[in-house]
Nanobody, 128 residues
Framework: QVQLVELGGGLVQAGGSLRLSCVAS????????MAWFRQAPGKEREFLAA???????KYADPVKGRFTISGDNAKKTVYLQMNMLKPEDTAVYYC??????????????????????RGQGTQVTVSS
């Protein structure tokens, strides 16, 4: 089993920045992809960014150039640096991880239900 805990959410003004952390514990997955998703009230959960065990990354178009995903294997932590935040970025932010069995991505990274383990989320609120 793997447990994921998201940290770093909060209230920020538009134009500001936040850095979210996703800390993994439990068993180690050597070949993995970790991703960030978010869900705003009344909307479907959406993919934001993913990072592979190779350190390759992918981003959804709405956050390209504003959000950066990075990882620290020693700390078993993945980060999401969010800059130039907008009120429409207000949502609950979730991280997730899955085994890629040696592949870089092992298929689509944008599907929430394809992940083996998921966190409980952290609230980010951007005020105008």
């Amino acid at each position: 089993q793997v447990q994921l805990v998201e940290l770093g959410g909060g209230l920020v003004q538009a134009g500001g920045s936040l850095r979210l952390s996703c800390v993994a514990s439990g068993r180690t997955i050597s070949y993995y992809v970790m991703a960030w998703f978010r869900q705003a009230p009344g909307k479907e959960r959406e993919f934001l960014a993913a990072i592979s065990w190779t350190n390759a990354s992918k981003y959804a178009d709405p956050v390209k150039g504003r959000f950066t995903i990075s990882g620290d294997n020693a700390k078993k932590t993945v980060y999401l640096q969010m800059n130039m935040l907008k009120p429409e970025d207000t949502a609950v932010y979730y991280c997730a991880i899955r085994n890629t069995y040696g592949d870089v991505w092992f298929g689509s990274v944008a599907e929430w239900m394809r992940y083996d383990y998921r966190g409980q989320g952290t609230q980010v609120t951007v005020s105008s």
